[in-house]
């Protein structure tokens, strides 16, 4: 089933362009911002001087008690989507009972920049190379801090990459790493390697000095600040909440998700591992960073493959909720790239990012759930960072500092 394109024309904002001098305002605003949190900070329940009880009681009561959000990064084209309804039929059919936005529009801030402005709501350019955090607050520090949530509630599941696990908090001395999200680092966990040294741990002799340097090297994987809760910079998982993370991830290691292999493998990883959180953990935010789709940089058929792998893994995990009574019309998911790709071919026959085209610039968006209008495609433009602050709404905070906008018009 094909995705209809102006069915709706309902009014949205028009995108921002972000140039050089609005980035400059936004980090004097931001900062201005900051100091006005120092002054009245958070405590009994009071968000900058205002009660959290009355700010609820003037937003509307939403639905939606859990969200989704699959960051469809890596740098994936909208005519290599929405636009080739045959790569995407599981989003496709997600599309048909929810709302499609053709017309998103993204910066070209790099791969970690335009992912990044997904989870803060603020567009800042970030290095190609750059492997520091943003000092712009996270939808998770939002809806911890600011929401009230605790630290099982809200989670971030990507492939390995050091870049990637900076999305889980922020430098920002008024929430950081108190207030981030448990972090999954999927590729770098969940592998072979690992399950088998796993398998070892049962047996009576002491492991050799290689394998004892391979567990060294691959508990790493387990980022103990974050997964764990310990002390010292920990996100506050409670003992018994880092024990049931713990055992959780030693059944994924003993089942299929460690046996996950080809093309697209690391992303596959994330949404199963997703998937699985969903249902134990029952998240009010779970976020996958998807980045498989880079592979486009030397195999535009890789790339391709790489999009429908990850629709049928989408597809799996939105069947899933489907059938959970619990979460079947309490939960929203929201699909969109960080950005796209060039619009014509490299000598690689490959895609690479970077020519300013329409094709880079241009997204397209997913969204459906109990609050979203259903068989809808809205074709006036909006900005993707628009996702941080519309996903505070649905679960009833707000990002004080994005700069983006809640899609109201979306909403039911």
């Known amino acids: ?54 700010l609820a009681g003037r937003r509307k009561e939403y639905k939606t008690k859990h969200v989704i959000l699959v960051a469809f990064a890596g740098g994936v084209r909208a005519r290599d989507c929405i636009g080739s309804p045959e790569n995407i039929t599981k989003m496709s059919a997600i599309a048909e009972k929810g709302v499609v936005l053709p017309s998103v529009k993204a910066a070209n801030l790099g791969h970690y920049g335009a992912a990044l402005a997904l989870m803060t709501g603020c ?56 207030y981030g999200a448990n972090l999954i680092s999927t590729d770098g966990l969940f592998n072979a390697e690992f399950r088998d040294l796993i398998g070892k741990f049962g047996n009576a002799s002491l492991p050799g000095k290689k394998e004892t340097k391979q567990v060294e090297k691959l508990v790493g ?52 591992v997703a998937r699985n959180l969903l249902r134990l953990f029952r998240p009010k935010l779970i976020t996958i960073v998807l980045q498989n789709a880079d592979v486009a940089h030397g195999s535009y058929n890789s790339y391709v493959e790489v999009i429908r792998r990850n629709d049928q893994e989408i597809g799996m995990l939105w069947d899933s909720v489907q059938k959970d009574p619990e979460l079947r019309d309490t939960t929203s998911i929201m699909i969109l790239p960080e950005f796209g ?72």
């Open 1 to 54: 089933m094909g995705i209809r394109t102006g069915a709706r024309n309902d009014e949205l904002p028009n995108a921002e362009q972000s140039s050089t001098e609005q980035l400059r305002v936004g980090r004097r605003d931001f900062l201005r911002t900051s100091a006005l949190a120092g002054a009245g900070a958070l405590a009994g329940g009071t968000v900058l001087g205002r009660s959290a009880t009355a």
């Open 123 to 178: 567009p800042e350019a970030r290095g190609i190379r750059e492997n520091g955090r943003g000092d712009v607050p996270t939808i998770f520090e939002y809806l911890r801090k600011d929401g009230g949530l605790s630290a099982s509630d809200v989670w971030l599941s990507t492939t390995a990459g050091a870049q990637t696990r900076n999305f889980a908090y922020s430098t920002n001395k008024n929430y950081g790493a108190e």
């Open 341 to 412: 790709r060039n619009a014509n071919l490299n000598e690689r026959n490959g895609l690479d990012h970077g020519d300013g085209s329409e094709d880079l610039r241009k997204l397209f968006m997913i969204a459906a759930g109990p609050d979203f209008k259903q068989g809808a495609t809205m074709t006036k433009a909006v900005n993707s960072y628009d996702v941080c602050p519309t996903i505070a709404e649905l679960l009833g905070t707000k990002a004080e500092d994005a700069r983006g906008k809640v899609l109201r018009s979306i909403l039911a």
């Open 221 to 272: 994987a387990l980022d103990n600040r974050l997964i764990n809760g310990a002390v010292g910079g920990g996100i506050g998982n409670d003992a018994e909440t880092s024990l049931r993370i713990q055992r959780y991830i030693l059944e994924e290691l003993r089942g299929d998700t460690a046996r996950i292999t080809g093309p697209g493998s690391g992303d596959a990883k994330s949404i199963r």
